[in-house]
């Protein structure tokens, strides 16, 4: 790829170098079963692109901005998405594995978690209004000082919400998973 402007095209099983992605714009492409974990990210952009089946275990995303992106079926084990362009963006996450990613301090309104592993991630301090956790595990997940007004947690599980410490206001929960917000007062439920 010499071009730093790459439209709609496919990519298929490719392993990047460190800088191959650095400073291009991707839109509209599609990768399928890619290897990202040696890129540096920065200054990357992609447009209304979707991922699937690729590996981006313990990447350096940090600067790079994701506008309208879906990732299916992707490795994120321990990625931070702390230093993400937060100007105009929009990614969600289908059947991904997110255990000990970091969301530290994003603005994470109306994003989509969907059927994914997400253990030990840490919130901290993100905004996840209106988020969507459908059917995620959350074990060990971290969330403090963070926004959960209007987010759906009905189908997830594992999680341990402390209502004093986060905004929980109009959040969604089913009756089989509300003792995650139980955890903090050591409450026996029987």
């Known amino acids: 790829m010499t ?9 298929n099983t490719i392993t990047y170098s460190q ?8 839109e509209n492409c599609v990768f399928n079963h890619c290897d990202f974990t040696q890129c540096s990210f920065t200054g990357a952009v992609f447009v209304d692109c979707t991922f699937n ?6 990447a350096k995303i940090g600067h790079v901005g994701l506008r309208n992106v879906m990732f299916i079926d992707c490795d994120f084990t321990s990625v931070n998405f702390a230093m993400t362009d937060q100007k105009i963006y929009e990614f969600h996450f289908t059947n991904c594995l997110l255990d000990y990613a970091m969301f530290y301090k994003l603005k994470l309104k109306g994003m989509q978690f969907t059927n994914c592993s997400m253990v030990s991630v840490d919130f901290m ?5 209106d988020a969507l956790f459908d ?8 969330f403090s000082d963070t926004n959960l007004n209007k987010a759906d947690f009905y189908s997830s599980h594992n999680f341990s919400i402390n209502p004093v410490k986060n905004k929980v206001k109009k ?13 903090n007062f050591e409450i026996i439920i029987k």
């Open 3 to 11: 071009a730093d402007f790459i439209y709609d095209k496919e990519f």
């Open 19 to 26: 800088y191959e992605i650095t400073q291009k714009e991707f």
């Open 53 to 58: 089946h690729c590996n981006f275990k313990d």
């Open 125 to 129: 301090e993100s905004d996840l209004t």
């Open 135 to 142: 059917n995620c595990n959350l074990r060990l997940a971290v």
């Open 171 to 183: 959040a969604i929960f089913s009756q089989e998973n509300v003792k995650g917000l139980l955890d």
